[in-house]
């Protein structure tokens, strides 16, 4: 488990990160999403050690990370900008790791790389972006660390190369419990991967949530009434976070189950009603929306 007490971290007269707590479970994917500026490198940066805070502490299994050699052996760390050795082939980095690591699988690094389709033996400075990030998730994947901590993974990757990345997250969380934390502006990058998402806005956690129990708490639904008066009731009802209207067509997304909601609305006898699948997008814009905030302009 990482744990986060009361961090921040001020360049001159910046406040990078602001007093933030988190907590992070161990054998889930946790999804850090905010706009360039947000904190999110920092706070990856902090987590990893790389930075020390001015106040709070990062413990990682109740250590201190900062110059802790025994909580640095545990995470694999892929930065946004990629740092290899000048003149480094990946069979190079391969055996810069192999001594970091005591448990990286050479044998998997080099079907990673064949699968991947780069050469062991070409220089990593002729690769292109979208390249040195497969190969930065091959090393932080063969270094078999508990965790994994990706800033800006999928950024430069190809539709094709996300997914097989996503793929080999989950294969290593199925089979070994790994725990990626991943930090993105684009919260369509995380929806199909992630367990639990915190929004960074201006240094501070502005939610964190658990993405099962927002799914399961909130809900979307189209329904036509005979009557003005039945919509009138319902609304009065509803716990309602938001409300569209076309022509005789009611769009509600709602708090609650999926059971309490329609209830509700079959007690009106509607002529029509459909529950309507909600995206990651929709329910933080639901849930920011209700806390004042226009989740559209901050991370859209």
Request: overall charge negative; charged content about 30%.
């Amino acid at each position: 488990m990482i744990e986060a007490i009361n961090v921040s971290k001020t360049f001159d007269d910046i406040k990078a990160v602001d007093q933030i707590s988190a907590t992070i479970k161990e054998g889930n994917v946790f999804g850090l999403v905010g706009t360039n500026g947000a904190g999110k490198s920092t706070f990856l940066r902090m987590m990893s050690g790389i930075l020390k805070p001015d106040s709070g502490e990062i413990k990682l299994d109740g250590m201190n990370v900062y110059e802790n050699i025994e909580a640095k052996e545990r995470f694999f760390y892929i930065s946004d900008e990629q740092f290899f050795f000048p003149n480094a082939t990946p069979k190079d980095m391969r055996e810069f790791y192999r001594s970091i690591y005591k448990n990286f699988d050479v044998n998997r690094f080099d079907k990673l790389i064949g699968q991947f389709e780069l050469s062991l033996t070409r220089k990593i400075n002729t690769f292109s972006k979208g390249m040195k990030k497969q190969l930065s998730v091959i090393c932080g994947i063969c270094a078999n660390t508990k965790y994994l901590f990706c800033d800006e993974t999928f950024d430069g990757l190809d539709p094709v190369m996300r997914q097989a990345v996503k793929s080999i997250f989950a294969k290593e969380l199925t089979e070994r419990e790994m725990t990626p934390i991943i930090a993105s502006h684009n919260l369509r990058e995380l929806e199909d991967i992630c367990d639990h998402v915190g929004l960074l806005h201006k240094g501070g956690i502005l939610l964190s949530k658990d993405l099962f129990d927002m799914k399961c708490s909130i809900h979307k639904v189209q329904c036509v009434f005979k009557t003005q008066d039945r919509v009138e009731e319902v609304e009065k009802e509803l716990n309602l976070l938001k409300k569209e209207q076309r022509g005789s067509l009611y769009t509600y997304t709602a708090r609650g189950t999926c059971e309490e909601i329609t209830a509700i609305i079959q007690k009106r006898n509607p002529i029509f009603v459909e529950v309507l699948p909600l995206s990651l997008e929709e329910i933080f814009i639901s849930e920011t929306e209700v806390v004042g905030y226009d989740i559209k302009k901050l991370i859209m």
